[in-house]
């Protein structure tokens, strides 16, 4: 089988990670017999430097003309200025929006041998595993009007939250399926006691679920979620939510399974569904990391992980996907770590070496 996969290192240490996984996928490759070609292009703040924005569109339709897209993080300190006229992540949102991508998946998932890693209480994390489904392309990151201007009274600025009927539905349609898929457990993620697009979000998810009888849904308002994710996370399957929700509650849950480092994601152009694929971009959701950048100590298993969701998603590479994960957890349990992951008595690897390592355990 033949998979054309365009790859975006991007910033900081979005090149470091990328590059272990392009190195997993080439053994892949060689070992089940496919051929892949990598399509590279600049993105983010290494692009603005070179071509003077953030992804051109001769990147764009790069990507359009890929299978999937791999992805690594963007942005720094370099790249900062609000006044710029270009920013990093401009890229995120052209690419997002252009191709489709609103459905964002990110799985949250604690590995046993890693319960120490997190801050929280051990008997908090046991069983933890649950995938938040987030809205991608609508709301404020892409309401208009958005803007800053100047009055006599001062500065003022403006971000539009907007969602259509449209991007609600197919977003919860993903909640939905993805719920029938695992544990039949939906929680919807709003602010309906303050947002009128929150209460339309809830109708339309009320409205919904007679469609889905097998799956639970559960109505919970974004402050009351974030409690949750701290206090009960193992209660939580599959949640959906709108674009800056989806954003904060993620990163939070990061702190879940120890590291940013271990959280992939998957953004998808269509439901997620057993034996149909969809084009897609995948991503680590930790960012560029700049003051760890070139040193070799970046955890690559995010990425690597990202692949594993590559596989299954975009090429309808079950065994390959399932191979990647174990490989990764096998790794864990012989004790490898990376710095934001290590305990003492373990044994620390640098980024290449960490690569390495899942690469020799498939």
Not at 89 to 109: C, F, M, T, W
Not at 127 to 139: C, S
Not at 158 to 169: A, N, P, Q
Request: charged letters at 25%.
């Amino acid at each position: 089988m033949k998979l054309d996969i365009a790859v975006l290192p991007g910033d900081g240490i979005g090149p470091e990670v990328i590059g272990e996984s392009v190195k997993l996928l080439e053994a892949l490759g060689q070992r089940c017999g496919h051929r892949i070609v990598f399509n590279y292009a600049d993105f983010g703040g290494i692009s603005i430097d070179k071509h003077g924005e953030a992804l051109t569109d001769a990147a764009l339709e790069m990507c359009r003309g890929c299978g999937a897209v791999l992805m690594g993080a963007v942005g720094g300190p370099k790249w900062d200025d609000p006044k710029a006229s270009a920013r990093p992540e401009d890229g995120l949102l052209k690419i997002r929006k252009s191709l489709g991508l609103y459905a964002n998946l990110r799985p949250v998932k604690v590995f046993p041998m890693l319960l120490g890693a997190s801050p929280l209480r051990r008997e908090l994390l046991e069983g933890v595993d649950f995938v938040v489904v987030r809205e991608l392309t609508g709301g404020l990151y892409f309401g208009r009007p958005k803007r800053r201007w100047q009055t006599a009274r001062g500065w003022r600025g403006v971000d539009t939250l907007l969602y259509t009927e449209k991007e609600i539905e197919r977003i919860l349609r993903v909640g939905f399926e993805l719920a029938r898929q695992r544990g039949k457990r939906l929680t919807s993620v709003d602010k309906a006691n303050i947002l009128e697009s929150s209460r339309l979000w809830r109708q339309m998810a009320a409205d919904m679920a007679p469609q889905y009888p097998d799956v639970e849904l559960r109505h919970i308002l974004v402050d009351a979620c974030a409690m949750r994710l701290i206090q009960r996370p193992a209660e939580f399957d599959v949640i959906v939510t709108e674009n800056m929700f989806g954003d904060i509650l993620t990163d939070e849950a990061s702190v879940l399974t120890g590291s940013m480092g271990m959280l992939p994601s998957a953004s998808l152009s269509g439901v997620p569904q057993e034996g149909s694929t969809a084009f897609g971009l995948y991503e680590p959701i930790h960012g560029s990391a700049p003051d760890i950048a070139g040193q070799g100590v970046a955890n690559p298993l995010a990425t690597i992980l990202s692949v594993a969701m590559m596989l299954r998603h975009s090429f309808g590479l079950g065994e390959e996907a399932v191979a990647t994960e174990a490989a990764v957890m096998r790794v864990l349990e012989s004790g490898y770590r990376t710095r934001d992951i290590t305990s003492p008595g373990q044994k620390e690897l640098s980024t290449r070496e960490m690569g390495a390592a899942v690469v020799g355990a498939i």
